[in-house]
């Protein structure tokens, strides 16, 4: 079965730089599209970046030009580096993977419905 579990969040300064990581497996399909969604409490679910297995990148507005999403194949492990950090980028960081292409024609990339497999999170907090 599909298994995403993530690592390398913490605590930085603004400005600062932080990479997190979502190591893969049970992952037998061709095309697929992963990518990193984050949480704060009270907050909807957002979208931050995704990357699909033709190499496309999705960025959300808020964190283009920041962030980069990336992927060793080798590792089986996807990615994020996150630079400039602001205390609004302050979230729990949760990586998800879909193998359903038509769910993302129908829906986008940004919507949670869109995936199906979920790591457990990883807290990513930014102090002032």
């Known amino acids: 079965q599909v298994e995403l579990v993530e690592s390398g969040g913490g605590s930085v300064q603004a400005g600062g730089s932080l990479r997190v990581s979502c190591a893969a497996s049970?992952?037998?399909?061709?095309?697929?599209?992963m990518g990193w969604f984050r949480q704060a409490p009270g907050k909807e679910r957002e979208g931050v970046a995704f990357r699909d297995s033709d190499g496309s990148t999705t960025y959300a507005d808020s964190v283009k030009g920041r962030f980069t999403i990336s992927q060793d194949n080798a590792k089986n492990t996807l990615y994020l580096q996150l630079n400039s950090l602001k205390p609004e980028d302050t979230a729990m960081y949760y990586c998800?993977?879909?193998?359903?292409?038509?769910?993302?024609?129908?829906?986008?990339?940004?919507?949670?419905?869109?995936?199906?497999?979920w790591g457990q999170g990883t807290q990513v907090t930014v102090s002032s």
């Open positions: 998800a993977a879909t193998f359903r292409m038509t769910a993302i024609q129908a829906l986008g990339v940004t919507d949670p419905n869109s995936f199906d497999y």
């Open positions: 049970g992952y037998t399909y061709r095309r697929y599209c």
